[in-house]
């Protein structure tokens, strides 16, 4: 069981916003801040949010993050087929001395 | 173009070793802390180790903590996993993450290889 806890699926129809959450602790969302990365089936996982809330060149500002607290979300805008794939929070976690990811949640385009 | 590229996985034997490689171009490597990151099939990401730009932190995962050990030469631009005492569960891709400049606390893991696939069979 992952130490950062994302549920397992979420779905959404075209244009819909939808979020993803990441759960964590103290030693981990609480103190340090969060990276999500997108995984597109058979191929490397690619940044997506880094520091709660910043967006790499390149990546579409339909895709936003946030932190409060000792929780995390992920949030898509105007959703598009193309947002069909995985999505990993990941963060530093201060008492294991290491980085700790969320298990991963499978995002469905209806 | 900034990339890293691994090497070395196949098919090992429960209790057997093999050393993954990882060769960095494009940036300069030795400014860049480095990690290991692993993907047992069809499961999710999980961190192996983490190693800052002089050697001189180094993060394992509780996992693999005494029968892994990462290790670089930035003369050569090259990242490796030294990974013994192998088990079935260790079946995985590697992928090798660029970290950052500055704490490894602090890494954002924005260039990553296509992975190399070890897999622990008898």
């Known amino acids: 069981q992952s130490v950062l806890t994302q549920p397992p699926s979420a779905s959404g129809t075209p244009g819909q916003r939808v979020t993803i959450s990441c759960s964590g602790r103290s030693s981990n969302i609480g103190s340090n801040t969060v990276n999500w990365y997108q995984q597109l089936p058979g191929t490397a996982p690619k940044l997506l949010i880094y520091?709660?809330?910043h967006r790499p060149s390149g990546v579409p500002d339909r895709f936003s993050g946030s932190k409060s607290g000792t929780s995390a979300s992920l949030a898509i805008s105007w959703l598009q087929s193309e947002d069909e794939t995985d999505y990993y929070c990941a963060v530093w976690d201060d008492s294991l001395n290491g980085w700790v990811f969320g298990g991963g949640t499978k995002l469905t385009v209806l | 173009e900034v990339q890293v590229v691994e090497s070395g996985g196949g098919l090992v034997k429960p209790g057997g070793s093999v050393r993954l490689s990882c060769a960095a171009s494009?940036?300069?490597?030795?400014?860049?802390?480095m990690n290991w990151v692993r993907q047992a099939p069809g499961k999710g990401l999980e961190w192996v180790s983490s190693i800052s730009s002089n050697t001189k932190y180094i993060y394992d995962a509780v996992s693999v903590r005494g029968r892994f050990t990462v290790s670089r030469d930035n003369a050569k631009n090259s990242l490796f996993l030294q990974m013994n005492s192998l088990r079935v569960e260790d079946t995985a891709i590697y992928y090798c993450?660029?970290?950052?400049?500055?704490?490894?606390?602090?890494?954002?893991?924005?260039?990553w290889g296509q992975g190399t696939m070890v897999t622990v069979s008898s």
């Open positions: 520091n709660n809330d």
């Open positions: 494009g940036f300069s490597f030795s400014s860049y802390s």
């Open positions: 993450a660029r970290g950052g400049v500055g704490a490894q606390r602090n890494d954002v893991f924005d260039v």
